[in-house]
């Protein structure tokens, strides 16, 4: 399972940053041939022979066009059979390491899985920090609660 997950995510890296390779493994005018050729040249020396074979097996039955959507679905079953979870947090500043760390054992404690933690600044966000993991979201931004403030100070003005 890891060497697989290791060539879907080399896979779907190489389609993401290379659309023109998308485009050819989905469009329904190049040949089965002409995209296994492809495969061959751009994947024969960096995945296994058994994840080689399913692109291959995908291109001939004529479902090159989710190839791309399918190794994304690949690392989500993965990630969800070993309990890894995948969180990202948007702050008005960098986090420090301490606060990183704190971050993801709070969010173990929560979920009980492996976190991997994406942090990025949003300086728009004047203090705090926006938290998401999966569909969940806890905002404690300084904007936001201005928007909340903004929000209810206009309602109370029409109702009066």
Do not use: C, W
């Not at 994406?118 to 004047?126: E, H």
């Amino acid at each position: 399972m890891e060497a697989m997950k290791d060539d879907m995510a080399l896979f779907h890296h190489t389609l993401r940053v290379n659309p023109e390779l998308k485009a050819v493994l989905a469009n329904p005018i190049v040949s089965h041939s002409k995209k296994i050729k492809i495969l061959d040249e751009v994947f024969a020396k960096k995945v296994n022979k058994a994840s080689l074979a399913f692109f291959k097996l995908m291109v001939n039955k004529s479902r090159g066009e989710i190839l791309y959507a399918t190794s994304q679905e690949y690392i989500n079953m993965y990630d969800i059979k070993n309990h890894i979870v995948h969180a990202s947090v948007v702050s008005a500043t960098a986090l420090s390491e301490a606060n990183k760390k704190t971050m993801i054992a709070d969010i173990h404690a929560a979920t009980g899985g492996t976190v991997k933690l994406d942090a990025k600044v949003d300086p728009s966000l004047i203090g705090g920090f926006v938290l998401t993991i999966g569909d969940r979201q806890v905002d404690t931004s300084i904007a936001s609660d201005l928007r909340k403030l903004k929000k209810e100070f206009a309602q109370r003005v029409v109702t009066n």
